[in-house]
């Protein structure tokens, strides 16, 4: 077995890396009224998982959110919010599962986004993993200016999330001004044009109200 | 997908030394490394669609693998053939930049030309309903979208890279993200702009037309009212 190690190693190196990719995922779905939507993940004991969710679109800007351990425990669960963070260390190795409500919504549906992040980040290359000497000042240079990076990437997508919740309401405003405007233009015609003729017809001379008159 | 293309060179050439337990191994990790992303469950009709909000030029690289539910087993067993997935991509204006079918797993790639929300559709080509039999197929599914699409083995592979210089080109990766999502941000703040002056406009004048048909009706009203009475002799 000894004939031809590193090749083998590298490979054996690189198929663990695959093994501990990072599982995250960063999703945004329409979630149609009284539907629920729920996402599943395999995941490790001791490992720190987080959730974010946002609704961005819809009714009222809410969803109900609640999340399951593989033994049917539910860790965490929460109703009608906008926008909520959640963090946990599994104890537990198997599927968990998180799911999106709307059931209590009976003609809105809305757009939630969702970041599901699993474990930590592995390292870009194999074998930075596995170091056994300290990291350089450049080396470490990098690391923090990679880690202030990310938070910067995540408050742009917290705000571009908030802007195009705005700009939905917007939007939305803008078109129901001009239906609103057109519609009680329209009623006006209408309303004060019948008003005119009902009070001719109130003092048009008719058949019987005549009769009536005279006797 | 470079593993395993390794994984079948390692297995067909036999002269490698590599002895049945690390094949086996080999093989345990390849599964092991398949069965790591998030899932959910969909309908045979269903068409599941998700949005995508990036700025222009940004690479998305979506991966997914289907499951189908055994009745006698009572699992999920591993990928049927012959059963595919339907993907369909739009861009902002409703144009399809990707509509492709794949087996049952697959990877697509897209690049955004223009800024704004794109809709990534999943759906499921089956037309035999005993197929499903009234369960569902299960989707594994990771989408990869700007920097983190970015394979740095392969890179470093192909600029022969040293590690520090890896490490660099990861942070001007960021950077350039960054700085995609702010120009997209500024074009975005713009569309928003408009749109509210829109508004103002708009309730502006349709609140000076309705005022003045308002009054003109008002007029109106009084004079052939009057006209009327007068005709009729009770003014």
Known sequence: ?215 | MAAEEDLRVVCTRPGTGLGKAMRALLLLLWFAARGSALYFHIGETEKKCFIEEIPDETMVIGNYRTQLYDKQREEYQPATPGLGMFVEVKDPEDKVILARQYGSEGRFTFTSHTPGEHQICLHSNSTKFSLFAGGMLRVHLDIQVGEHANDYAEIAAKDKLSELQLRVRQLVEQVEQIQKEQNYQRWREERFRQTSESTNQRVLWWSILQTLILVAIGVWQMRHLKSFFEAKKLV
């Open chain 1, 1 to 215: 077995m000894g004939r031809a190690p590193s090749p083998a190693a590298a490979l054996l190196l690189l198929l663990l890396l695959r093994a501990e990719r990072l599982r995250g995922a960063e999703l945004t779905f329409e979630l149609p009224d009284s539907a629920r939507q729920c996402f599943h993940e395999e995941v490790e004991q001791g490992v720190r998982l987080s959730l974010d969710y946002q609704v961005i679109t819809g009714g009222h800007y809410d969803v109900d959110c609640y999340m399951e351990d593989p033994l049917g425990n539910i860790i965490y669960r929460e109703t009608k919010k906008q926008y909520d963070s959640f963090t946990y260390r599994t104890e537990v190795k198997g599927v968990y599962q998180f799911c999106f409500s709307n059931e209590f919504s009976t003609f809105s549906h809305k757009t939630v986004y969702f970041d599901f992040q699993v474990g930590d980040e592995p390292p870009i290359l194999p074998d930075m993993g596995n170091k056994v000497t300290a990291l350089t000042q450049m080396e470490s240079a990098c690391v923090t200016i990679h880690e202030a990076l990310k938070t910067v990437i995540d408050s742009q997508t917290h705000y571009r999330l908030r802007e195009a919740q705005d700009r939905a309401r917007a939007e939305d405003l803008n078109s129901r001004v001009s239906y609103w405007s057109i519609g009680e233009t329209i009623a006006l015609f209408v309303v004060s044009f019948s008003q005119v003729l009902l009070l001719k017809s109130f003092f048009t001379e008719k058949r019987p109200a005549h009769r009536a008159v005279h006797s």
